[in-house]
């Protein structure tokens, strides 16, 4: 309950990406099953994604200004300690205005205010960590937090207790046998034929979609029918119709329907985000993980643990090819047994109950306070 004495006010600190999004409104939505009274505020900017996914959720959503931080010296540094004061302040005004009594924040430039804000007010704090490496927004709140929450064993973030990465509960209930036929047909694939799914996240990602296509008859001419989504704004990425009879190659600008890409499918070449990761073996579809070249190698790190369980292949961006794909991943394709093994060592890496598990967190500091 509040410090006021109305219901519990929880307020969310997640957007920027995708990567910070998802996992805040899964969280909300377990919040929300639990106790259907609490009050659930999430924080975002006016330029984030979060200002269309969190009001088609059916959350609230209150803007706070960004506090972009410059991942190497720049003249834009010296601006950093003004904005982060302005956003502070405003940030502060929010939460005595909502009457907080919990800060659930995973990282980025909302998080990072959220966090200062709610030490000046005396709010409790809870962090999130998506990836295996953390950022300066979540090594800053988990000195102020009152529990620190990571979604990869080992992250090094401080006094970080491991709970998964909370997923939609579209994922997390997905029955991947039995909606496989369903899901096939969807896509306008065969029934029974072992199936590939290749994406790089919503924009797509060119080197995947060079060696897969590159792959194409070697795939198809094995039996392994494709479902490739390339990327809204890669129209030139096209493969031509197979013949009549033979393994269709499905190419999509975008997968509105993760849950039903995951179920057609045996096996998955994708990039390694943290919700990517979390997702795959949530639902128990093995995948060569292709690490984003670039950054501070986190997308590496999120997968390793997956591939290190049995649950998965990992092949650097540099090495990815058509040769490679015909060498390594037609015959696993083409393996039930193996591609059945992977599949178990990838779902007993998985955690589908993180965000139970988060919320149980999150409400208990709240009774805490």
């Known amino acids: 309950m ?40 999430c924080l975002g900017t006016a330029r984030g994604m979060e200002s269309r996914l969190v009001p088609a959720r059916g959350y609230d959503l209150r803007l706070i200004p960004p506090v972009p931080l410059p991942r190497r010296p720049t003249p834009d540094l010296l601006r950093v300690p003004g904005r982060v004061r302005r956003s502070v302040a ?15 924040g995973f990282g980025g430039y909302v998080a990072l205010p959220a966090y200062l804000a709610a030490w000046r ?32 064993p080992g992250t090094p973030l401080r006094r970080g207790e ?7 509960s579209a994922i997390t209930t997905l029955d991947r046998a039995g909606r496989r036929a369903e899901a096939r047909a969807a896509f306008g694939l065969d029934d029974d034929r072992p199936t590939l799914l290749v994406f790089g996240g919503s924009q797509g990602a060119a080197a995947l979609n060079r060696a897969a296509t590159a792959a194409a008859d070697a795939l198809t001419a094995a039996g392994i029918q494709v479902l490739h989504a390339r990327g809204p704004k890669n129209t030139d990425v096209t493969v031509p119709g197979r013949p009549a ?6 190419v999509v600008d975008y ?8 179920a057609a499918a045996d096996l998955a070449l994708c990039r390694s985000g943290a919700v990517t990761v979390a997702e795959l073996s949530a639902v128990g579809l093995p995948a060569a993980f292709v690490p ?4 501070n190698g986190e997308q590496r790190r999120n997968a390793l643990p997956v591939v290190e369980a049995g649950g998965g292949l990992l092949v650097e961006d540099a090495d990815l090819s058509a040769a490679w794909i015909e060498a390594t991943l037609v015959p696993l394709l083409t393996d039930p047994a193996a591609l059945c093994g992977y599949a178990a060592h990838a779902a007993a890496a998985g955690v589908p109950d993180a965000d139970e598990r988060l919320a149980d967190i999150v409400l208990e500091v709240a009774r805490d306070r």
């Open 162 to 168: 491991h709970v998964g990465m909370p997923l939609r």
């Open 255 to 262: 997968l509105e329907r993760m849950d039903l890409a995951y």
């Open 2 to 41: 509040s410090a006021g004495g109305g219901a519990t006010s929880l307020v969310l600190a997640g957007g920027g990406t995708g990567g910070h999004i998802e996992p805040m409104l899964a969280l909300a939505d377990a919040l929300r099953r639990r106790e259907p009274g609490l009050r659930i505020t």
């Open 90 to 104: 405003e940030t502060r005004a929010l939460l005595d205005e909502l009457d907080a009594d919990v800060v659930v």
């Open 292 to 295: 984003l070249p670039i950054g």
């Open 245 to 250: 009879g033979t393994a269709p190659y499905v």
């Open 121 to 152: 007010a005396g709010v409790s704090v809870v962090v999130h960590e998506q990836n295996a490496l953390p950022g300066l927004a979540n090594r800053v709140g988990a000195r102020l937090a009152a529990r620190v929450t990571v979604t990869v």
